[in-house]
Structure formats: structure tokens, C-alpha cells
């Protein structure tokens, strides 16, 4: 009776730490410069994409991610020079924009790579599972994914906080006109926020293609679930990411195994859109001062 | 005489911080009250607690005999109060005759505007009111094409056309020059003939040429209250305030 | 800007000689087709008028109203299904299957052997069609209440939209037994015929002059100042969030309408009418035609879809790179899109030239300059 439970319960973990890699990245852009990316998913599917012919060329994760990090991220930085820099003050139209990159991006690499599906295979060290007592082997390259998470948020927030780059970001966000006024330039920031945030959208994609079969339009329903974890942990805060992604992930699994995935994802909808009535900008953005 | 506006006790606490701290406040009708007090003393947010933006934590907010603390702001509103933004709050992309005519004293809910029309009278009102704001000129330019002056004058307008019986003025002189300041001075002067007016400023300029009662505030409580010259004259008012010199921020 | 003398406002009017002589000559044009045109451009006709209904129902949320919701597809899609059904099940009990069930034939292919009791009703074609307009409706009118009460707007109401719109589209694939899955509703008598088209017609010529009306009334300017500056028009005493469910619910009710013509029109319905990827195409047709004017949709919709219909045989995958570019186009450089690009030039016409423009505001600044007094001047104060 309770092994069924546990077991949802880790492979609850484990799509926890999947929404925590796909949405950080998103989290810090929205959080900075109040942009959402529409193109997201595409971002997190091109960093698939490299980890891909990085396995064609012979390398493994552990080269695919730094691989898809630099990948994504330039892809991210010239999108922000090119499209997001001019209209970071309509913050709507850039969702229309931004949508339009992403039509764009998977007819690109549909036509350059084609539309049948890539298989990428995590690497060897990580085959099997962890054998607990009396449960189903639970997969090392779930407990992988565990790891990547924590070790993007320690990064994330390492950069934000500990680096004088993370203490102009947080400047920016607090007080974009003051920070400006003291001779920092902002438009910097958030190019570069922007970019290390397509980084992270890349890292996600190059660790989470061996989980998914890498195909154009894979990207797509992992932008929605990392856009309702900022919902519903807000962007005030890193703690939003984690808390927002663990309370869809485990309830998502869970209402999963109890009915079918369709009816969990519109009973976690459901819970997400009543519980902004009580938090509107997310339960970390709470505390935030209206700008 | 019975005081339109009744504050009492009024706190609001927030992350620790007491922004107000049990301020009274009474304002009667036809008064041109003015709100002095440094940056941060809580007026700003004196204001937003009176128009219901935000709720006190404690205190109530009387109004005309009815309790409005913690309503929502278009009940407020409906109840008679109106209120000036510090930095213009327009409808840019109306024309600035339109910005007038939706702020019209009127039927605000939905149903009741479907089939409204714009009657004489109340073109005679906007036309009386962009004449009043020295506006005619630019009835059909939209709001956003305005200079800063222009604009203050525009949410002026926009209050004076709603018809409140008390006016929420929210530093209105910001950035305009000193024929702005001076023509301001006056509407508000003037304003304050037929409605109580409650007026933040910080221009001493123009505090001397309307002030009647003053009530200076400081970090979230009422420091002192009376005349123009009392305040002054007042020493701990000169060293929280005005500064050495006496002549306060402009 | 020419000198405006006292009593001037400068008023569209709401149906301006031009708009009705072009638009009685467009519709007559559509409505008479059918006789010596060719079929499959009749049926597109058909088909984009349905979207035309649903690319202006986007406007009036988004172009006056400043809501960008990316899943209007959801109130088409329920419409169109409900219509779909009821036409389907009721197709099938007319021409059993060749093993003489009366159902469905993408229910009999999941398993059921009769019809499911709560889908009775639907063999009432009338029933149907009120389903399909009103429950969008109501189910705007529940969002709207969730959301808009609590002042959620903006980017979070963009996506929540979106994530609706997904597990709507995930639904219907999910449950194909009762909604055909994969493959949608297909096979069922429509109403592909001249009539029907006349049909169709008036209720788009309806929707538009009824659009024309609200945003040419008090309403309409009051959505405007909704658009421009909520908390200004909550401070002015409206109640922001009703005005929004009011247009809301108008425009799912005019979306569920535009679906429930386009399945009893085109004859297949499925999941692609439903989810994210329709709606923010309804959006680009709306912007690319010009938010914020009633005929911009119009003349979107008919522009990217002709274009997309003549094109995308040619081009194949390269017209989805040309739609992706088209957003980001749309976004950057032509924001007001064709119309509103059009009626920008007329008024920049009619303010004259530059010459007399600055003209006219040096005439200006001088009547003021007339009447300066400066600060402090010519009055004494009083007791200080």
C-alpha cells in the first residue's frame, strides 16, 4: 500500500527537478527584465540538439552541457540584440515576438536536421538504478537530474549573489531608474541576464534529451510547465523556482498516478490559477513592492 | 463645523516598518488643507490609504458620515473622493476632450454606459473644464503628444469634471515652471472654493501662496497642525523640515 | 494640427459613408461568388469569415481592451465541437456503420457501443448550438471573475491563458472516445452550401457592426482607458474588472459563435482548433490587420490566410519561417498594422504639414506667453 506512494513520491523528485531546470533560466529573465520568452521550449530544444551531435561527435552529457550553455546562450544573446532590446518596455509584445523566434527556431532546425525523432543516450555510468529496499530500481540518471538541479540553483545562485555582476543585477531589479542614475548601464544587464539565461534554457535541453526523444516541437510543453512554476512560486525570489516547481511536480505525479497525467495537469491548473487570487505575482513575489 | 473627512487613529505596519503611525486627520468642507512633511514621512501613503489603493492595518477613515476604510478604490471614488497622481496617470492614446469626458461626474457601471450618450450639458462641462485648464486648443490631440505641464493640468481637469466633494492633490506641481507652479496655485485656490482639498507640496513657493492650514508629517505620525505662520514659526518643524535656512525644499 | 475652434471634437463617425459602400461591395461580392466562382475558393471564403469572427473577437480583448489572452482558441474550439457533435451523432444515426452501429464511428472504434448518456442531448442540433454559445460563454465569465477580481492581468493572464488552451488541446486528444482524439470529428453532413455561406455572412456583418457600436460607445472609450491606465480608471471610479469580464465574455461568446459556423461549415473539426498554436495565430491576424480598429482583423485574417492558402503549397516549411518572421515584424516595425498604419497617414495628412504644424503651436505658445504672470508676482501674501 505504501510502496506505490513512495514510489510516486521519488519519481515525484525527479519531475521536480526537471521543472527547476527548465524554469530557472526563465525565472532570472522575468525576474530581471520582466520579459517572458516565449521561445523558451525552442531554446531548451536546441540545447537538446547540441547535446545531440555532441553524441554524434562522440562526447557525452558532460560535454554536452557546457556545449549547449554556450550554444543557447549566444542564440540567446542575439535574439536580445536583434529583438528583445527594443521592446523591453511592452512586455506582451514580446511574447508575440518572442513566439514568432520560436515558430522560426523549429522550422530551422527541422530543416536542417528533419523531423524524425533523435534518440540520445545518457551516459553509460548511468544505466541502471539505485536499488532501495523492496522498491523498482530507481534510475541513476533520475538521481542525475536531482543533482543537476540542485547544482543550476547553487549556480544561479551563486552568480546572483556572490559575483558583482549578480550584485548589479539585483540593483537593476530593485531599482532599474536608481541603478541607472549611478552609472551602471542596465541595458547591459539585461543583455547579459538574458544570456545566461538562454544558457540555462540549453544546459536544460542537453541534460533532459536523453530523457525525451529530441524532435522540433519537444520544447514546447516544457516552456508552459517552467512558465506556470514562475506563476505560481513568483520571481521575487529564487525560492519560487524550487517551491513552484515541487508543489506542481509532486502534485502533478501524484494526482497523476491517482486519475490519468490529463486530469492531474487540470486539477494542478485549477489549483494554480485559485492560488494566485491569493498570491498574484506567485508565492515569492508576495513580498515584492509593486514597482 | 461637521469635518468631510474623519481620520482616526490610523496605523499601517508592513514588513516590520510602521509607515502610519495613529495619524488623526480631519478636513471640513471648502477647506484647502496642505500636507506638508520630508520624503518618506507617509504622506504618499496617507493618500493611498484615504483613496482605498492600500488597506491600514488599523484606524478608520471616515468620510461624509460613512466608514470607507479598506473599500476598493472605484467605491471610494463613487463616494465622492478624487485624487491626483504624482506623476500624470492619463489615458494616453484618448484625445484630451475623451480623458475629460470619462472622468465626467456620472453612471459608472457597465450596463449603464452601453447606451449613453455625451448630452449637451456635458459637452458645455468638458468644453467649461478644458477652458478652465487652458486645454481648448489641444481637445483633439491625444494625451501622450502633452508636455509635462500639460498633462498635470490634464489629470486637473480630469478631477475637477468628476466632481468629488474632496480633491487628493499628490504633489501637482512636479516639473513644471514657475508660471505652471503659480497657475496651479491657483486652480487649486480656486478649487478649493466648492470642495475640500487636501494638497501635498513640497514648493514653498507655492505652499505661502495658498496655504491657509498646514499639517506637517513625519515619519508616519502628524508633527504639527495650524496656520501657515505657526508652522513656521515652529522650531521643531524648522529643524524635521525646513531645514536651517527656512526655506524648505522646492 | 490644425487650429481647433471652440467647439470641435473630432468624431469618427460610427459607420462612415466609405466603410458602408466598401463593405456592402465586399459582402455582395462574397454572397454572389458561389455562382460562378470555384468551389474550393467558396469554401474558403467560408472558412475565413469563421476566422474573421474569431480574429475580431481577439481585438475587442485585446486591441481596446489591453488583454492578451493566448486562448481565445478555447472558446472556438468548444463551440466547434459542440456543433461537430451533435452533427456527427446525429450523421450517424441517418447512415449506420457496416456494422450497423448508430454511433460515431470514432466512438465505436474506442469501444462504445452506444451513445453516452450526457452526449443525448447533442442529437438536438438547436440544443447544441446553444451549448456551443453559451458555455464558452459562462466559462469566460468564471475565468474572468477568478482572474480579473484579483487584478491578474498582463503576463500571468497571457500565460494562464495559454497553459488553458494546452490542456483543452490535451483533453480532446486524451479523451478520443467522446471527441474523435488525434483525428477529430470528420465525416458528418455539413452545410456546404450557398445559403449557408449568406449565413455565415450576416452573422459576421453582425458581429462587426455590433463590435463598431460598443467601441464607438461610452463602453468602448471607457475599454480604452481601461487599456491605457487601469489604475487611473479604478481611481476615476470604474470598476475595472468588471468592464474586462464584460468583454470577455462577449468575445468568447463571439469566438464559440465563429467555431460553431466553422464546424457546420467546413465539416472536420479537431484538436489543432482549440489550442495555443490557433490562438496566437488569431492574434497575429489581428495585429498584422491592425489592433484596435474594427475592420483590421478583417483584413488580416483574409491577407494571412490567402497568403498562407496560396503560398504555403509552394513554400511549404519555408511559410512557417515566413510566420515567424511576420510576428516578430508585426511586433517591431509595424505595430498598427495595415489599417492602423492607414489611418495614421490620413491623420497625419489632414494635421497638414510640418511647416504647419509648427505653425500653428508657435501661435499657440504666444497666446500663452500673453497671459504669463510668473511666480510670485502681483500678489501679496497674505498673513505670512
Known amino acids: 500500500m505504501l510502496q506505490p506512494i513512495i514510489t510516486q513520491f521519488l519519481s515525484g523528485i525527479s519531475i521536480v527537478a526537471i521543472l527547476v531546470i527548465v524554469a530557472v533560466g526563465l525565472a532570472i529573465i522575468f525576474g530581471v ?257 509593486s514597482r | 463645523m461637521q469635518a468631510v473627512l474623519e481620520i482616526d487613529k490610523l496605523t499601517t505596519r508592513v514588513s516590520g516598518y510602521t509607515i502610519l503611525d495613529e495619524v488623526d486627520l480631519r478636513i471640513h468642507a471648502n477647506e484647502l488643507r496642505v500636507l506638508l512633511g520630508p520624503n518618506g514621512a507617509g504622506k504618499t501613503t496617507l493618500i493611498d490609504m484615504i483613496t482605498g489603493r492600500y488597506k491600514p492595518t488599523s484606524g478608520k477613515i471616515r468620510f461624509r458620515g460613512h466608514d470607507i476604510t479598506g473599500l476598493p478604490p472605484d467605491r471610494i471614488f463613487r463616494q465622492g473622493i478624487s485624487r491626483k497622481f504624482q506623476v500624470p496617470n492619463l489615458y494616453e492614446t484618448l484625445s484630451v476632450f475623451d480623458n475629460v469626458m470619462v472622468s465626467l461626474k456620472g453612471e459608472r457601471r457597465v450596463f449603464s454606459n452601453l447606451l449613453r450618450r455625451t448630452s449637451p450639458e456635458d459637452s458645455d462641462r468638458i468644453w467649461q473644464v478644458l477652458e478652465w485648464i487652458h486645454l481648448v486648443d489641444k481637445a483633439n490631440e491625444a494625451a501622450d503628444t502633452l508636455s509635462h505641464g500639460e498633462r498635470q493640468w490634464l489629470e486637473m481637469g480630469m478631477l475637477l469634471a468628476s466632481g468629488p466633494q474632496l480633491l487628493l492633490f499628490d504633489e501637482p506641481t512636479t516639473g513644471m515652471t514657475e508660471e505652471g507652479k503659480f497657475q496651479t496655485a491657483e486652480m487649486i485656490e480656486k478649487m478649493a472654493q466648492d470642495h475640500a482639498v487636501l494638497l501635498v507640496e513640497h514648493d514653498m513657493h507655492v505652499v505661502r501662496q495658498i496655504a491657509r492650514t498646514v499639517t506637517v508629517m513625519h515619519q508616519g505620525q502628524i508633527l504639527a497642525e495650524g496656520p501657515l505662520s505657526e508652522i513656521v514659526a515652529n522650531e521643531t518643524v524648522q529643524q524635521v523640515y525646513l531645514g536651517k535656512g527656512g526655506n524648505g525644499a522646492s | 494640427m ?186 458528418y453532413s455539413n452545410y456546404a452550401n450557398v445559403y449557408f455561406l449568406w449565413v455565415i455572412l450576416a452573422v459576421t456583418v453582425f458581429f462587426y457592426i455590433a463590435g463598431r457600436m460598443l467601441t464607438h460607445s461610452r463602453v468602448g472609450t471607457v475599454l480604452r482607458s481601461v487599456r491605457d491606465n487601469d489604475v487611473r480608471a479604478e481611481f476615476m471610479g470604474y470598476n475595472v474588472a468588471n468592464y474586462r469580464i464584460f468583454v470577455f465574455c462577449l468575445s468568447a461568446f463571439m469566438a464559440a459563435a465563429g467555431g460553431a459556423l466553422y464546424a457546420a461549415w467546413v465539416g472536420l473539426v479537431s484538436f489543432l482548433d482549440t489550442g495555443p498554436v490557433f490562438s496566437i495565430e488569431g492574434v497575429i491576424w489581428t495585429a498584422v490587420g491592425g489592433r484596435g480598429t474594427i475592420i483590421g482583423p478583417f483584413v488580416g485574417t483574409f491577407l494571412v490566410k490567402g497568403a498562407e492558402f496560396f503560398l504555403s503549397g509552394v513554400l511549404a516549411d519555408f511559410w512557417q519561417l515566413i510566420m515567424g518572421g511576420l510576428f516578430i515584424f508585426v511586433v517591431l516595425v509595424m505595430r498598427d498594422g495595415i489599417i492602423g498604419s492607414i489611418g495614421k497617414w490620413i491623420r497625419r495628412h489632414r494635421a497638414g504639414s510640418i511647416e504647419q504644424i509648427i505653425a500653428d503651436s508657435d501661435a499657440i505658445a504666444a497666446d500663452r506667453q500673453r497671459d504669463f504672470r510668473p511666480a510670485g508676482a502681483s500678489r501679496q501674501s497674505e498673513e505670512v
Open chain 1, 33 to 289: 527584465a520582466g520579459v517572458i520568452n516565449m521561445a523558451h521550449g525552442e531554446f531548451i530544444m536546441v540545447g537538446a540538439y547540441t547535446a545531440a551531435i555532441v553524441g554524434q561527435l562522440g562526447g557525452n552529457t558532460f560535454i554536452a552541457i557546457p556545449a549547449a550553455f554556450a550554444v543557447v546562450g549566444l542564440l540567446g544573446l542575439a535574439v536580445e540584440r536583434g529583438i528583445i532590446r527594443w521592446i523591453y518596455d511592452r512586455p506582451l509584445e514580446t511574447l508575440l515576438a518572442t513566439w514568432g523566434v520560436g515558430i522560426s527556431l523549429q522550422v530551422i532546425v527541422k530543416l536542417i536536421f528533419g523531423s524524425e525523432l533523435y534518440y540520445v543516450g545518457a551516459p553509460k555510468m548511468m544505466d541502471g538504478g539505485l536499488r532501495l529496499i523492496g522498491l523498482l530500481p530507481f534510475p541513476y540518471y533520475r538521481i542525475f537530474l536531482i543533482v543537476v538541479a540542485i547544482v543550476m540553483m547553487f549556480l544561479t545562485f551563486y552568480v546572483i549573489f556572490k559575483t558583482k555582476f549578480g550584485l548589479k543585477v539585483r540593483a537593476v531589479r530593485r531599482n532599474r531608474s536608481m541603478t541607472g542614475c549611478l552609472g551602471i548601464d542596465t541595458a547591459k544587464v539585461d543583455m547579459m541576464i538574458f544570456t545566461f539565461g538562454s544558457g540555462l534554457a540549453g544546459v536544460a535541453g542537453a541534460v533532459l534529451a536523453p530523457i525525451k526523444s529530441v524532435s522540433p516541437p519537444m520544447g514546447f510543453p516544457y516552456a508552459v510547465d517552467a512558465f506556470m512554476v514562475l506563476v505560481l512560486g513568483g520571481v521575487g525570489n529564487l525560492w519560487g523556482v524550487v517551491t513552484g516547481g515541487a508543489i506542481i511536480g509532486e502534485a502533478e505525479t501524484i494526482l497523476a498516478f491517482v486519475t490519468n497525467n490529463v486530469i492531474g495537469k487540470l486539477l494542478v491548473f485549477i489549483f494554480i490559477v485559485l492560488a494566485i487570487r491569493v498570491f498574484p505575482r506567485g508565492i515569492f513575489g508576495y513580498y515584492e513592492r
Open chain 3, 2 to 187: 490644425a487650429r481647433v475652434h471652440r467647439h470641435t471634437v473630432y468624431r469618427q463617425p460610427l459607420l462612415p459613408l466609405w466603410a458602408v459602400v466598401l463593405g456592402v461591395g465586399i459582402v455582395i461580392g462574397i454572397a454572389t461568388y458561389p455562382f460562378y466562382g470555384q468551389e474550393y475558393v467558396t469554401s474558403l471564403l467560408g472558412k475565413f469569415l469563421c476566422y474573421a469572427i474569431f480574429a475580431l473577437s481577439i481585438d475587442l480583448i485585446w486591441g481596446f481592451t489591453g488583454i492578451l489572452s493566448l486562448g481565445q482558441a478555447v472558446y472556438f474550439g468548444i463551440g466547434a465541437y459542440f456543433v461537430a457533435l451533435s452533427l456527427k451523432i446525429n450523421y450517424a444515426t441517418l447512415h449506420p456503420t457496416r456494422y450497423g452501429g448508430t454511433i460515431p464511428d470514432f466512438m465505436e472504434w474506442n469501444g462504445l457501443t452506444e451513445l453516452p448518456g450526457f452526449m443525448e442531448p447533442l442529437l438536438s442540433v438547436p440544443f447544441a448550438v446553444v451549448c456551443a454559445l453559451l458555455i464558452p460563454t459562462l466559462m469566460a465569465f468564471i475565468f474572468g471573475v477568478i482572474t480579473f477580481k484579483r487584478h491578474i492581468y498582463g503576463v500571468y493572464c497571457a500565460v494562464i491563458t495559454l497553459a488553458e488552451a494546452l490542456i483543452l488541446q490535451d483533453f480532446i486528444i486524451e479523451y478520443q472516445a467522446y471527441t474523435g482524439g488525434f483525428n477529430g470529428i470528420t465525416d
